[in-house]
């Protein structure tokens, strides 16, 4: 077995571009035409309350139940809107940021109450690195609907790049709040609490979660699990 510091090293060199992509929601999931769906905001939590984890004691198998609605279930596609956004995937995939950030640009002076174009836009700038930028861009994808737990999902990749590893940790837990089968918030937070937070109970618990919403096809996830289950039953 390799020494966690090693294993969380190779885990960081060689997910980050991954979890990056996977922190990617649907193109049409972010984008609405006219409004925004319409949902009835939950109590806030106390101070005392943030960032508790409450599991049951099969944690993974709770999210399978879940009966509540997805926020970005009910959003418009506009064809117009659909058209630019498979523009700016393949201005992205060429590497063209300046040109496909003029496009989004263009769509947020059309349809300034939109949350895609900005979450768009923080891919970009993280793409590039540029963390302030990104972390600007999301906060205005969230200003339009804070419901959009795809930027969440991402403002948790940026700020974790920052350093800023305990506000990371209380984003992905309201993306995970707002939808709970969202798999990509507990793979994220787990690698969270799995590298930065030096947290093996929560990184487990959430590592079973994402592969019990994803059929546990994803088989690195696999021997991450196995790692942690070893470090933990050797009381690390």
Known sequence: MFPFRLVSNLMVNNFRLL???LSLGLLSACSTLTTEPKVTEQPSKSDSDEGQVTEEANPA???LAF???DPMADIQINPEIKK???QVAQLNQNKKYTQALTVLDRIKSQYPQLSGP???RARIFLQQQQLDKALE?????LKNNQRNYYSLNLKGIILREQGKFTE???VYLKAIEIYPPYPNSHLNLGVLADIYLRDSALALIKYQQYQALTNGT???VTNWIIEIERRIKAGG
């Open 19 to 21: 979890l990056i992509v």
């Open 61 to 63: 198998n709770s999210l």
């Open 67 to 69: 009966e509540g609605k």
């Open 84 to 86: 630019s956004y498979s």
């Open 118 to 120: 900005d979450y768009q």
């Open 137 to 141: 861009a999301i906060d205005l994808s």
């Open 168 to 170: 990371a940790k209380q």
């Open 218 to 220: 994803d088989k690195k």
